[in-house]
């Protein structure tokens, strides 16, 4: 019993992640149509941005709580910034040129894992993080690791957070409806243009925010941590629907757990196995909205 | 053109769009004087919704858009709308998974929308206001995609087909906020059946094959019926 | 008609016949080469340029020719680097057995798993690869029958290959083998390319929609480059597994069929001879900008310029960049004036739904 306590709560965790991930990169494939490869390099700015803060600005500060909550919103802030250029000098000039956004993404994501173990290397920087971090605690006689935790409490206060957006503002709005049918936003005389750099943005945070996470998750930080968290994410996409932050959450926590028990129950690799022959099923049975552009996407 | 003669508050000259390899409009040209209605007629692909779509930038085109005395055809296609040109496309194109008072949050456009009068003449629409726009019936949809185009002060209204698909009371729905419509915009409005445009229209242009084949009075038009069925292909409606 | 010959046959047959004069030239290049280019050395390089460049050739068949982005071509040389070995080496199989044994295999995985895949385009298509490639790595990885020996690699049985084609004094073997398979999949991709079928593809990469009003099932043809594409991949992989004496992991990694992506791009997709010169390119670049950052120069550079030749990912990940902004038609596209740049042309197939008024 103890066991399978264990493997729903890591279970979750790990569809926290994916969720972090699968959130900005459904929005702006919903949105924009861009397959955004780049989203990897967005998960390293995160985890790096957040080392290097922590190393080099506030090394000097005694609490690690503080240190550590400094330093990722540092990282965070980095994700955003980033991913906002991104979207601005590489993605937008290629307007209309589906194929080649989706090929400078692949591109940028490659050359940016290669300036990062260029300058830090390839080996892994340990993370400083608070040490409750490292505990763990008791629940059902099983010892949840606490990074867990966090890892969950993001996820929902990330969900939580973007729900508000959509649906109390008026960019909220405007990338709802975007989503939709971007033509027809054109058409009410709404540059849906200006909601891209945002999607990128908030994509930006979001996977900082996993890229943090999964600093404290594995103890370290990686030039490819991106890559491997990155394709999971994309089938939570996939089989979560795009541009539907309810459906990412959703299909997130489908694959985190079925990932766990199955690697578990069944035999080690299985999990994986049958998550990715998932995402072949689900674009198989329903590719709508994958096959080729979103509705309306001209003008 | 009819016999007073009038302003031309939009014209459209030289307009050519493919689609694909398809040459879908040929060198349309016309004007549309300001103020009433002009219909825009003709058979089913003749490019009727293409020339509404080109005017909005919706299309890649070559040839030349004026409103009034600005150039339109530089413009991105949410520019040309602010320059007060609403749109009501031929399949609604509401979202359906915004509510109906989303739905006319979005279109909002001026500084004081005109939410008065678009539930004056819907009162149904502010009743619903809650309601996800993909559940609504057909004419209710069609209401609210008028709406949007009600909401701002629009100096001229695109209007697509806005009877297809509807059951013979509401078109007479339709055709009465239509008439409404004109008495605020000039409504340039692409439309099937020839009993609305009769009711409505002043003016009329009939498109064929991606051309232009007649300008002229459209109670002219519409009391030959022998042209029209030349030129519509349907009796007298 | 006769100078087309020429120039379509004549002139790629006078460059591969002179290129298998190399090993036989005991010249140093100094800017290009540490050593002569008939050294075990050079020849090593110059026959992963030539492997990579047929490679990169199979995959542009699908993408450049036909339309089809492919994130899971990686799958198909793994079956070929992996498969033929496992069967020498875990399967004490002898090598001719092995060899038909893994090319059957391709093709009939490719076969079952292209007709699988095509049945949506696009990106979709894109991801139903790299699903199927991912979970081919999976298999890989965790290798339930210890055969593929996970992340050790499997090193080839030695024994069991032909003797032509082992040790450091038959590296010239080796080199004309690698020539031979860029010549044959140059020569297999011309000709099928220039048939009807072919010009099918070339006909559903810019319109799908016309191929199929002209009562034509654009899915079997699509199928059909599919299959060959992979099918030569995997005995690229074969040759990869002689070239490198094993297997790795690193075939089965989606950054491989990335890299081959890049290649194609960078060289000019869906050009006569684009992408076989962007695989040569690219592994010379990453074969050299390693040497060149271990040199001396570079090490007195400033941090800052040490970085990007340090890591030939990041060079040639920029280049690719630059030139999928500025120059869609690669370097084949600099040369070739006059046609429509190479990615342009797929743009129609990789996003197929036009305005429909």
Redesign the interface.
């Given at each position: 019993m103890s066991t399978f306590v264990l493997l729903t709560i890591t279970g979750l965790g790990l569809g926290a992640m994916y969720f972090l991930i699968a959130s900005g990169l459904s929005l702006i494939y919903g949105l924009m149509?861009v397959?955004n490869f780049a989203h990897g390099a967005f998960i390293t700015v995160g985890s790096y941005g957040t080392w290097w803060t922590s190393e080099h600005v506030f090394g000097g500060v005694h609490s690690t709580l503080l240190r550590f909550l400094l330093s990722a919103l540092l990282g965070l802030a980095f994700g955003g910034i980033f991913a906002a250029l991104v979207e601005l000098v590489?993605i937008r000039?290629?307007y209309a040129?589906?194929?080649?956004q989706?090929?400078?993404t692949?591109?940028?994501q490659?050359?940016?894992?290669?300036?990062v173990?260029?300058?830090w290397g390839p080996d892994a920087k340990t993370f400083v993080v608070p040490v409750w971090l490292h505990a763990t605690t008791d629940v059902g006689g099983a010892h949840i690791p606490n990074d867990r935790w966090i890892e969950i409490a993001a996820a929902a206060a990330v969900l939580a957070l973007l729900q508000l957006f959509l649906r109390k503002t008026?960019y909220g709005?405007?990338i709802?409806?975007g989503v939709?049918?971007r033509?027809?936003?054109?058409?009410?005389?709404?540059?849906?243009r200006k909601a891209f750099t945002l999607v990128f943005a908030i994509g930006g945070i979001a996977a900082a925010i996993a890229g943090v996470l999964s600093g404290v998750y594995f103890n370290v930080v990686a030039p490819d941590q991106g890559?491997s968290l990155l394709?999971f994410a994309?089938?939570v996409v996939?089989i979560g629907g795009l541009g539907s932050i309810g459906g990412s959450a959703l299909a997130a926590v489908v694959v985190g757990l079925t990932q766990q028990y199955t690697n578990y129950y069944g035999?080690?690799?299985v999990g994986?196995?049958i998550v990715?022959?998932l995402?072949?099923l689900v674009?198989?049975a329903r590719?709508r909205g994958?096959?080729?552009?979103v509705t309306?996407?001209?003008? | 053109m009819s016999a007073v003669a009038t302003r031309t508050l939009l014209s459209v000259r030289d307009l050519h769009v493919y689609l694909g390899q398809s040459h879908v409009l040929q060198g349309v040209s016309f004007d549309v004087p300001e103020g009433g209605v002009t219909a825009l007629l003709g058979r089913n692909g003749v490019g009727k919704t293409t020339t509404l779509r080109a005017i909005l930038g919706l299309v890649d085109r070559r040839g030349s858009v004026t409103l009034g005395d600005e150039e339109l055809t530089a413009l991105q296609t949410h520019r040309i709308v602010r320059r007060s040109v609403g749109y009501v496309p031929e399949d609604r194109d509401v979202f359906a998974g915004l509510t109906v008072a989303e739905n006319l949050r979005l279109a909002e456009r001026d500084q004081e929308p005109r939410y008065d009068l678009v539930y004056d003449i819907f009162p149904e629409l502010e009743r619903r206001a809650r309601q996800r726009a993909g559940t609504l019936s057909g004419g209710q949809q069609q209401m609210v995609a008028i709406a949007r185009a009600l909401l701002n002060d629009n100096r001229v209204l695109l209007v697509d087909e806005p009877t297809k698909g509807l059951a013979p009371a509401l078109v007479s729905e339709v055709a009465r906020v239509l008439e409404r419509l004109a008495e605020l915009a000039t409504v340039l409005l692409v439309e099937q059946n020839l009993g609305v445009v009769r009711h409505l229209a002043r003016d009329a242009i009939v498109l064929d094959q991606g051309r232009v084949v007649h300008m002229g009075d459209a109670h002219e038009l519409l009391a030959q019926p022998e042209l029209v069925r030349r030129l519509l292909s349907v009796g007298a409606a | 008609m006769r100078s087309r010959l020429v120039a379509d046959w004549g002139w790629p047959l006078f460059v591969f016949v002179a290129l298998a004069f190399v090993p036989k030239l005991n010249v140093s290049i100094p800017k290009l080469f540490d050593q002569p280019i008939s050294s075990p050395g050079t020849l090593a390089l110059l026959s992963a340029c030539l492997l990579f460049g047929g490679l990169a050739l199979t995959y542009d068949l699908q993408f450049g020719f036909t339309g089809l982005l492919s994130f899971g071509h990686a799958l198909y040389i793994a079956v070929g680097v992996y498969l033929s070995n496992i069967a020498i080496t875990d399967w004490h199989w002898s090598f001719w057995p092995s060899i038909l044994f893994t090319m059957g295999v391709a093709f009939l995985l490719a076969a079952v798993l292209g007709s699988i895949s095509l049945r949506v385009g696009g990106i979709a298509f894109a991801m139903v690869t790299l699903a199927f490639a991912q979970a081919g790595a999976v298999l890989a990885l965790k290798d339930p029958h210890h055969w593929t020996h996970g992340e050790e690699g499997l090193g080839a049985d030695y024994t069991k290959l032909p003797k032509a084609f082992v040790g450091i004094l038959n590296t010239k073997n080796l080199y004309w083998l690698a020539l031979a398979f860029c010549a044959v999949v140059f020569f297999v991709v011309r000709w099928a390319v220039d048939s009807s079928p072919g010009r099918l593809w070339q006909a559903i990469r810019e319109n799908e929609q016309r191929v199929e009003v002209l009562g034509l099932r654009p899915r079997a043809y699509k199928l059909q480059s599919f299959v060959l594409s992979s099918t030569l991949a995997a005995a690229g992989g074969i040759v990869y597994m002689l070239l490198y004496n094993g297997s790795t992991l690193v075939v089965t990694q989606p950054n491989f069929t990335l890299m081959l992506l890049l290649m194609v791009v960078i060289g000019g997709a869906g050009s006569r001879w684009g992408a076989v010169l962007g695989g040569i390119l690219y592994t010379y670049l990453n074969d050299r900008l390693i040497a060149i950052g271990s040199s001396s120069t570079v090490n007195d550079l400033p941090h800052a310029l040490r970085t990007p030749i340090e890591q030939p990912l990041f060079l040639l990940g920029v280049i690719f960049i630059l030139i999928v902004v500025f120059l869609p038609g690669g370097l084949a596209g600099l040369v070739v004036r006059g046609r429509t740049s190479g990615l342009r042309r797929i743009e129609a197939a990789v996003r197929p739904e036009v305005d429909a008024a």
């Open positions: 149509g397959l590489l000039p290629l040129r589906h194929i080649e989706v090929l400078v692949v591109g940028l490659l050359a940016f894992v290669a300036l173990t260029g300058i008026r709005l405007i709802r409806a939709e049918n033509a027809m936003v054109q058409a009410l005389g709404i540059d849906v890559t394709i994309f089938i996939v035999s080690a690799g994986d196995m990715v022959l995402l072949a674009l198989l590719p994958f096959a080729g552009a309306g996407a001209r003008a | - | -």
